[in-house]
């Protein structure tokens, strides 16, 4: 059996990760689409940046989270 500090410790712990992950979470999904108009002046490969930041930069991002 743990102690309640530890339990305690674990909680705060994982509760910081989840948040920190979320906030990443939002600024990728909705920043991107927020800010489209300005990424979409950078063309990369044929393709607008904002364009590809939703389809592949954010799919990167969320696999690397």
């Not at 689409?33 to 393709?47: E, M, Q, R, T």
């Amino acid at each position: 059996m743990l102690s309640k500090e530890k339990l305690e410790s674990y909680w705060r712990e994982n509760r910081n990760l989840m948040v920190v992950v979320l906030i990443i979470w939002a600024l990728v999904s909705y920043g991107a689409a927020l800010i489209s108009g300005w990424l979409n002046k950078v063309v990369i490969f044929g393709f607008p940046l904002g364009y590809y930041m939703g389809a592949q930069g954010a799919l990167i991002v969320f696999l690397l989270l």
